[in-house]
């Protein structure tokens, strides 16, 4: 398995390059502002971009996909369903709010769960995670015990709900019902913020056991 973090942008948010080893072709999940190493690091391995995929649409973790877009003209944009319209709208995606208002480039695909993302023999299963923003979706690779969840589940913490549209207690639910119902021992790579575990999570998190 190839896995390549990369902490980008002003909110340090991270990108994902995943793909399996020797065989060429990757995906990268969300892609933040000033994505240099980014792009260097698929150039200097050689990887064929296939997919971006995002796990949902606020500016923090679009701000650099047209730069990457432009120099893999081949790769395929995939997100939610219901994300769409906010990656599209500079004043759903938060943009705006900052002088700098973006708009993703329109989906070549748009998923909901139980659907699943293959890129050659590498397969993610979408999970929707709805609460942080409309259409927020997470990556989960089975036979790595990874979910890719955006900015769902943090360690040690959750996803802001004080933005317009955004539910914690629909939040609260996709982390319990979804997140929670995988195996301890699966990796969280979260939107931001250091991997951690589900089963750290489930006992330490204090969201999740009443201390907040």
Not at 10 to 25: D, F, I, K, R
Not at 30 to 41: N, T
Not at 167 to 176: D, F, P, Q, T, V
Request: glycine share 8%.
């Amino acid at each position: 398995m190839l896995l390549k973090k990369f902490t980008l942008g002003q909110m340090e948010t991270n990108s994902y390059v995943l793909g399996l080893a020797g065989q060429g072709s990757c995906l990268v999940i969300d892609v933040p502002a000033k994505p240099a190493a980014l792009l260097d690091f698929l150039s200097s391995e050689n990887l064929r971009l296939e997919a971006v995929v995002l796990t949902h649409g606020h500016y923090d973790h679009i701000a650099g996909l047209k730069e990457l877009l432009k120099a893999h003209r081949q790769a395929k944009l995939i997100i939610g369903r219901d994300a769409q319209k906010v990656a599209r709208n500079p004043l759903r995606n938060y943009s705006a709010l900052f002088a700098l208002p973006m708009s993703a480039p329109k989906a070549d695909r748009l998923v909901v769960e139980p659907e699943r993302i293959e890129i050659d023999s590498l397969s993610l299963q979408v999970m929707d995670l709805p609460g942080h923003s409309a259409g927020s979706i997470g990556l989960y690779h089975a036979e790595e015990r990874s979910v890719y969840c955006g900015d769902t589940l943090f360690a040690g913490g959750i996803g802001r709900t004080d933005f317009p549209g955004a539910s914690h207690e629909l939040l609260l639910e996709s982390i319990r019902k979804k997140l929670m119902a995988l195996p301890d021992d699966t990796k969280v790579w979260p939107g931001h913020g250091e991997q951690t575990t589900i089963g750290l999570e489930r006992r330490t998190n204090p969201f999740l056991n009443g201390e907040c």
